[in-house]
Nanobody
Framework: QVQLVESGGGLVQPGGSLRLSCAAS????????MGWYRQTPGKERESVAT???????NYADSVKGRFTISTDSAKNTVYLHMNSLKPEDTAVYYC???????????????WGQGTQVTVSS
């Protein structure tokens, strides 16, 4: 079984910074991609930042220049560095990973439990 455990959310003032972390553990053969999504009440979950392997990250237009996604393959961990935070960044942030488990030929998507980020003065 695979688990994604997130940490780093919280309350921050506008203009502040936070770093989210997400560590994947369990029966992992290969991690193909990792990313961060967010959701607010009444809205669909949206992609914030994703990265496939060691390729070029993709960012939502709303966070370009402010957020940076990075990975540590040795730790099976993905980070989201969030700077210049705005009230509209308030949401539950979810980690996602596309993982192939041993003895299988197809990869599956796994999700973290979500971590609340609140940007408010």
């Amino acid at each position: 079984q695979v688990q994604l455990v997130e940490s780093g959310g919280g309350l921050v003032q506008p203009g502040g910074s936070l770093r989210l972390s997400c560590a994947a553990s369990g029966s992992i053969f290969r991690i193909n991609a990792m990313g961060w999504y967010r959701q607010t009440p009444g809205k669909e979950r949206e992609s914030v930042a994703t990265i496939i392997g060691s390729g070029t990250p993709n960012y939502a237009d709303s966070v370009k220049g402010r957020f940076t996604i990075s990975t540590d393959s040795a730790k099976n961990t993905v980070y989201l560095h969030m700077n210049s935070l705005k009230p509209e960044d308030t949401a539950v942030y979810y980690c996602n990973a596309n993982i192939r488990i041993p003895l299988t030929t197809r990869a599956s998507d796994f999700w973290g439990q979500g971590t609340q980020v609140t940007v408010s003065s």
